[in-house]
C-alpha cells in the first residue's frame, strides 16, 4: 500500500543520513507501545480508534532529529513533537495522517551554572527533574514555572508557564535567553542564527509551529533561603464568598512576593453524601519568613485571619512539593517521577478576569460545582512583574490589567463516551455562565491550557481567517506577528497541528 511505501523510503531516507534509525521504533515493538502509553498524560485517547504514528523515535541528538525532519518532510509524513506530553488536548501524540513522534524522553541533559545564574536545559526535562537539580545546587535559586513536576519543559516554555512566582518574576518564557531549534528545513539554530522574530514566537506562540526546540538558556531566579507556606480553606458560604471577592479587589496589587491562589472545588466522589462538598482554598507562597508573611497579610488581607499555625516555613524546593499535593515529608526524589500522581481523564479550559466577578454572581458557580464532582476552579493571581512586562514583549498577551487567570477542570475515572460527554458539557456549561464575567474582547484563553472547541485548522489547508477566531483568544494582536514570522521561516506549512500558527500565504 503507498502508506507501507512511504514507511519504507522513510527507513531509507533515515539510514542514509549518518543511520539515523537507532532509536526508531515501528509500530508492533514493544517499545513502540510502551512509549506510546507512556507519553499520554491525559489517557482519554488510549485504545481509541484514532490514528497511531508510523514510528516513534526517541534522538539521543539533534542530528537525529534533523534527520527525521528532513524526511518526513520528504516522504509525507507529518512529525508530533512530545517533550513532556502533557497537552491537554493530546497533540503531541494524535494526528489526522501518516505521521511520526519526535519523543524527546532522552533529551535530558541539565547544566546549571550556579555562578552565572543560568541553565541550559534539554527539552525533555521535567519541570520536576529541573527544579530538583536547581535545589541540590542552591538554597538560594529557583525557577518561575508551573506546579506540575512531571511537565516537559518542551512544552510548557513553548507556551508560557504560570507558577508560584509569576508575580515575581513572570512566566517561565520571560526568563528564557537562548534556545537550540531544529528548523523546517533541518537547520541547527541558536538565538543568534534563528534571529529575533523566531526566537520571539517560541517564547510563548505555543508549541509545534516553528520547529523543534532542543534546548533552553534560562536565568536563574533568587529566591530567599526559607519561604512561607500556608493553605487557608473556607467552605463556599457566605464567608468564603466574602472572601473570595475581596482576594479579586487585592490580587494584582498584594506584594510581588506573595501568591495567593483560589482553589474552588468539589472532591467528594460518587455516593458519597456531604451537604456541602464544595471548598474553596486560599493556596499560597510567600517568598520570606513566617513573621513577616503574617504582618504582610495582617496588614493586606486581614480578613482571611492567617494565623502562626497555619504557615510552614520551608525551603523554596520544599514549597515545590508543597504546591503539588506532597505534604507528608516525602523526598525531594519524587519531583524525578516522568507520570503525573494524579493521571486520569479530563478536560479543562480557561479564561483571564479584569474585572472582580460580583459576589452574588459566585452563586452560580457553586451552584453547577454542588452537580458535579471532580470539578475544579483554579484561579491563579497575576499583577506584580506580569504588569511591567508589554503585552507584544512576547506572543503572550495576558499582562497589565489582567487580575488572575481560571482554569476550569474536570476528571472523571471511566472512559466511556457517556461519562465523558456528562463532563465535557458540564464544563461547557460552567463557560457559557462564566461569559459575562470575564475578558471578553476578544474571550481570552491560555495555549498551555489547549481547547480545541476554541477552533481548530483543517487538516490541508490552514485558513488564517478561520485560525484568527481562535489565534487571538490565546495571543491578542500577537497572533498577527506570530502568521508573519510562520511565513518567514515554515511557509510550507509543514509544522502543523489543529492549533498550530499557519503562514500567511494561506492569509484568506
Ligand atoms: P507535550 O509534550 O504534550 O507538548 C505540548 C505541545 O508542545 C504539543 O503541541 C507539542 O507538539 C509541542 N512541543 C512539545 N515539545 C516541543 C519542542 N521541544 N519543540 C517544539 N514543540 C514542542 N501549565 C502551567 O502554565 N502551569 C501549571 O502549573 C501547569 N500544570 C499542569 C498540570 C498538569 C497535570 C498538566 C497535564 C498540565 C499542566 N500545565 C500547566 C499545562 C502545561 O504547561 C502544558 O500542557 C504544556 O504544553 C505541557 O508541556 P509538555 O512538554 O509536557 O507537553
Redesign the pocket.
Same mark, same amino acid.
Given at each position: 500500500s503507498s502508506d507501507e511505501k512511504i514507511q519504507e523510503n522513510f527507513v531509507e531516507c533515515m539510514a542514509s543520513h549518518s543511520n539515523a534509525t537507532n532509536n526508531l521504533h515501528i509500530r508492533g515493538s514493544p517499545m513502540y507501545t510502551y512509549l506510546l502509553e507512556a507519553a499520554e498524560?491525559?489517557p482519554r485517547w488510549l485504545n481509541t480508534t484514532t490514528l497511531k504514528p508510523s514510528f516513534i523515535i526517541t534522538p539521543n541528538h539533534a542530528w537525529e532529529i534533523q534527520a527525521t525532519v528532513v524526511c518526513s518532510k520528504e516522504h509525507g509524513l507529518l512529525v508530533?513533537?512530545? #517533550? *513532556? &506530553?502533557?497537552?491537554?488536548e493530546g497533540?503531541?501524540?494524535l494526528c489526522n495522517a501518516a505521521f511520526i513522534i519526535i519523543d524527546?524522553t532522552n533529551f535530558r541533559s541539565l547544566a546549571i551554572d550556579i555562578e552565572k545564574e543560568t541553565a541550559w536545559i534539554q527539552?525533555g526535562v521535567t519541570l520536576g527533574e529541573l527544579y530538583y537539580s536547581i535545589g541540590m545546587k542552591s538554597k538560594v535559586h529557583g525557577f518561575p514555572a508551573?506546579?506540575?513536576p512531571?511537565?516537559?519543559?518542551?512544552?510548557?516554555f #513553548? *507556551? &508560557?508557564?504560570?507558577?508560584t512566582l509569576i508575580r515575581k518574576y513572570g512566566l517561565a518564557s520571560d526568563n528564557v535567553i537562548d534556545a537550540y531549534l531544529v528548523d523546517v528545513n533541518g537547520r541547527f539554530l541558536d538565538r543568534k542564527s534563528m534571529g529575533e522574530d523566531l526566537f520571539w514566537a517560541i517564547r510563548g506562540g505555543?508549541?509545534?509551529s516553528?520547529?523543534?526546540?532542543?534546548a533552553w538558556k534560562v536565568k536563574l531566579v533568587r529566591v530567599p533561603k526559607r519561604v512561607t507556606v500556608f493553605t487557608v480553606h473556607k467552605k463556599m458560604d457566605q464567608e468564603g464568598k466574602e472572601l473570595v471577592f475581596r482576594w479579586q479587589n487585592l490580587v494584582n496589587k498584594m506584594p510581588h512576593e506573595l501568591f495567593i491562589r483560589v482553589v474552588i472545588q468539589n472532591v467528594v466522589g460518587g455516593g458519597q453524601k456531604n451537604e456541602d462538598p464544595i471548598e474553596i482554598l486560599f493556596n499560597s507562597l510567600f517568598l520570606g519568613s513566617k513573621k513577616k508573611a503574617l504582618a504582610v497579610m495582617k496588614r493586606t488581607f486581614p480578613e482571611l485571619g492567617l494565623e502562626d499555625e497555619d504557615c510552614e516555613e520551608i525551603s523554596w524546593i520544599e514549597s515545590v512539593l508543597y504546591f503539588y499535593g506532597y505534604k507528608n515529608g516525602e523526598k525531594l526524589e519524587v519531583l524525578l517521577g516522568r507520570t503525573?500522581q494524579?493521571k486520569g481523564f479530563f478536560k479543562a479550559k480557561s479564561d483571564f478576569v479584569q474585572k472582580p466577578i460580583p459576589i452574588d454572581s459566585l452563586d452560580g458557580i457553586k451552584e453547577r460545582f454542588l452537580k458535579k464532582s471532580i470539578v475544579f476552579m483554579i484561579m491563579d493571581p497575576f499583577g506584580g512583574r506580569m504588569d511591567e512586562i508589554s503585552e507584544s514583549e512576547s506572543p503572550f498577551p495576558h499582562r497589565k490589567g489582567n487580575l488572575y487567570n481560571i482554569q476550569y477542570l474536570v476528571k472523571w475515572n471511566e472512559n466511556s463516551d457517556m461519562v465523558t460527554k456528562d463532563h465535557i458539557d458540564w464544563v461547557k456549561e460552567l463557560y457559557d455562565y462564566m461569559e459575562p464575567y470575564v475578558c471578553r474582547s476578544p474571550r481570552s484563553a491560555?495555549i498551555?491550557?489547549?481547547d480545541l472547541d476554541l477552533g481548530s485548522n483543517k487538516h490541508e489547508r490552514t485558513s488564517y481567517l478561520q485560525a484568527k477566531s481562535w489565534g487571538e483568544k490565546y495571543f491578542k494582536g500577537n497572533f498577527k506577528r506570530l502568521v508573519l514570522v510562520k511565513s518567514m521561516v515554515d511557509p510550507g506549512n509543514f509544522f502543523r497541528?489543529e492549533q498550530s500558527v499557519p503562514p500567511i500565504s494561506e492569509l484568506k
Open positions: 498524560q491525559n508530533r513533537v512530545k #517533550s *513532556g &506530553g502533557h497537552d491537554y497533540l503531541s501524540y524527546l527539552s508551573g506546579l506540575c512531571s511537565v516537559g519543559v518542551g512544552g510548557h #513553548s *507556551g &508560557g508557564g504560570i507558577g505555543g508549541g509545534g516553528f520547529g523543534v526546540v532542543t503525573d494524579y491560555y498551555n491550557y489547549r497541528n
